[in-house]
């Protein structure tokens, strides 16, 4: 690894809980191993292109890494609907992350229904160059998980294959195709393959109790959360 600049984020209002002030820490690279990488991600740390990053707030401590567990995953009932819904009408396709127009305009509608729906900014949803730098300019090799309904795109996900599990980074889709759960059908696409590779964990980034937009993460049963002294625990309710 080799870390060009570390920095610590000026405290500004918190996008997941009100009445609280989000402070993160950064670190860019220029040079960073996927074995490397897991034993940050295990620490707690996560990355867009070649910048790592965690929460480091005065005085909260709920923003907690989520992994499920890859053999014990059992879906329910809604995901099961999910499964049906989807596995023979949508084809997945897992290559190498690149920027086309047909990528940007689909990140572009995902974007612009979030700013409706919750109040996202979308001053760079549909530029080149920062779709590139968050998603294509990676450190180590990162694949790019196309959905497509017959050839229309609708779903584009970003995933790192680690040594000791998949790590979901980014996932869009077309709000026009809303009614099929295309966020679920990506995760348990990602569950049914770490499951094939022997890959014991898939992990999904934060969760927050409390914030609705990130509730959805533990649906995924069983899983375990990161304390604050480093270790991860069964969370009891997804057992």
């Not at 990488?37 to 480091?56: E, H, I, N, S, V």
């Not at 450190?139 to 609708?154: A, D, G, I, K, N």
């Not at 998949?166 to 499951?195: C, H, K, M, Q």
Request: with cysteine; aromatic share 12%.
């Amino acid at each position: 690894m080799k870390a060009l600049v570390r920095w610590n984020e000026v405290p500004t209002e918190c996008e997941y809980l009100p009445d609280q002030l989000c402070r993160r820490q950064f670190i860019y690279v220029s040079e960073l191993a996927a074995d490397e990488y897991m034993a940050y991600l295990l620490a707690g740390w996560r990355r867009f292109g070649r910048t790592l990053f965690r929460p480091r707030c005065a005085r909260c401590r709920e923003c907690r890494s989520l992994r499920v567990d890859t053999a014990r995953f059992r879906p329910d009932r809604s995901q099961r609907r999910c499964r049906s819904l989807n596995e023979r009408a949508i084809r997945l396709e897992i290559g190498r992350p690149s920027v086309t127009p047909e990528k940007l305009a689909l990140f572009d509608r995902f974007h612009a229904e979030r700013s409706e729906s919750r109040g996202w900014s979308t001053h760079d949803s549909g530029d080149e160059a920062s779709h590139f730098t968050s998603f294509v300019d990676n450190p180590f090799p990162t694949q790019e998980w196309c959905y497509f309904l017959e050839s229309m795109l609708v779903g584009v996900g970003y995933v790192d294959h680690l040594p000791r599990g998949l790590s979901a980074i980014y996932f869009a889709y077309d709000p026009a195709y809303r009614e099929r759960s295309l966020g679920t059908w990506n995760v348990l696409n990602l569950l049914e393959r770490s499951s094939k590779l022997g890959l014991p964990h898939v992990y999904l980034g934060y969760f927050v109790a409390g914030c609705t937009s990130l509730a959805y993460k533990a649906r995924y049963r069983p899983h375990e959360l990161l304390d604050e002294q480093g270790r991860w625990v069964a969370d009891e309710s997804s057992a």
